[in-house]
Nanobody, 113 residues
Framework: QVQLVESGGGLVQPGGSLTLSCSASESIFDFNAMGWYRQTPENEREMVALIHPPGGRTVYEKDRFTISLNSAENTVNLQMNGLKSEDTGVYYC?????????WGQGTQVTVSS
């Protein structure tokens, strides 16, 4: 069973930056897609960023967010800049192999002064 473990969440002031990291139990290049979703109190779970590891093509990024792969550490990372209070939520790592989807347990990001 694939395991995804997120790290890097925490409390940050508005306008600040934060980097999330997702470590996978198998090579990230085995996945067709990897990405990040978030669950906020007001909204349903929404996609934040998505990348196709084979070839490293970024499919989608929300404004102010950048997704990247670290092959040495076998992680997919999310760089978040200019954070706003509405970015507060639980951020989940996502991966897919064909039609099988996998989720991490989530990491809390709180943007507050």
């Amino acid at each position: 069973q694939v395991q995804l473990v997120e790290s890097g969440g925490g409390l940050v002031q508005p306008g600040g930056s934060l980097t999330l990291s997702c470590s996978a139990s198998e090579s990230i290049f085995d996945f067709n897609a990897m990405g990040w979703y978030r669950q906020t109190p007001e909204n349903e779970r929404e996609m934040v960023a998505l990348i196709h590891p084979p070839g490293g093509r970024t499919v989608y990024e929300k404004d102010r967010f950048t997704i990247s792969l670290n092959s040495a550490e076998n992680t997919v990372n999310l760089q978040m800049n200019g954070l706003k209070s509405e970015d507060t939520g639980v951020y989940y790592c996502y991966s897919r192999i064909l039609r099988r989807e996998f989720w991490g347990q989530g990491t809390q990001v709180t943007v507050s002064s």
